[in-house]
C-alpha cells in the first residue's frame, strides 16, 4: 500500500528543499566573489626588484641613496639592492638576482645600464637615471621632462618665444619630439639642429647662435649630445652672452659657468616616478618607453638674468634651489 503524504509533509520536504538551495546559492556566489578577490591580493603583492646602483662615496653616494628611498616608498616594489663596482661580475650579479627571487631589475645610473645589458636572463629591465641613449631598454631618463621644464621657462621669462637646440636623434630625438608636441601649451616654437657627428654639430651650434634672436630665443644645452658640452660651451656662453640669449641645461655646473637656468632632478622624487614608471611597465599598462625626469630643481645664474634684461626681487629668488654666483 503506498504511502499517504500529508500536507505537513509536503511543508517540510518544500521547506528542507529551498534552505538546501539557498545554501547552494551561496556557497556558489561566495567561492565567486572569492576568486577575484584572491586575485586582487597576488596581483597586488610588491614586485620582488633587484636594483643595481654603482658603488659610491660622499656626494654620489647620497644622491643614490635618494633615489633608492624613492623607489623603496612606492607600494609595489619590494627593493633588494645590489651595489657594483667598476669590474663587476656578471655571473655574481646574475646569481644575487636569482637568490633575491626578483620580478624586475631597476639598473640605476650609466654603470649600472651597461651591466644590466648583459645579463642572461628574462627578467624585465628598467633602466632609471642614465644620460645615454635608452636601446629600447624602458627608461627614466636624467634629462628633465620638457613640460615642467617649460613651465619654469616660462616662470622665469615669459617673454621667451623659441627654445633651440642641436640634437641627435638616437640619443635625444625622443625629447625633440616630446618638446615639439607641448610647446604650444607654453607658448613656445620648438627649432632643431639635427646633428650626426661633433663636426656638423659644432657647425650647426654656429648656424643657431646666428640665427637666434636676441631676448626671444632661449639655447638649450641636451645633457647628452654628439658635441660633448665642454667643447661647445665657452663659445656657447660666448656668443649668448653678446647676443643677450638665454642659454637653459640640465646641468647646474653650466649656471654656475654663466648659463641662465638648468632644470635638474630631484633626485628622491626621481626615483618613487621610476618605481611608478616600473611597475606600469611590469603590469603591462599603457606608457612610453622612455620619460624625462618630472620632479626638477631649479638653478638660476643672477648676474645673467640682469644681464638679459630679468630682475628678481627677493621673493622671487626665494624659488630656486641654486643661486649663482653664490654670497662670499
Known sequence: MAPKFTLSDLSHHLTTFIVSAVALLCLTITATLSQPSLAADESSAPIKTSVILPIATGAAKMIYDEVISGIASHPDINVSTIAISSNADVAAIEKEIEANKSEMIIAVGNRSYKLARELNNNILIIAGGISGKPNGIPTVSLTGDPAPAFAELKRVAPHIKDVRLVYNDEINGWWYKRAQKIATDYDLTIIGYPATDIKSGVKLYEQLLEDAVPKITAVWIPLRSVVPSKTILPLLLEKAWSKKLAVISNNPSHTKLGGFIAVYPEHKKMGGQ???????????????????????????????????????????????????????
Open 274 to 328: 621610476l618605481a611608478q614608471f616600473a611597475s606600469h611597465h611590469f603590469k603591462k599598462k599603457k606608457i612610453d618607453r622612455i620619460v624625462g625626469t618630472k620632479n626638477l630643481n631649479v638653478a638660476i645664474n643672477l648676474r645673467t638674468s640682469s644681464h638679459i634684461g630679468i630682475r628678481l626681487n627677493a621673493k622671487e629668488r626665494a624659488n630656486f634651489d641654486k643661486i649663482f654666483p653664490t654670497k662670499r
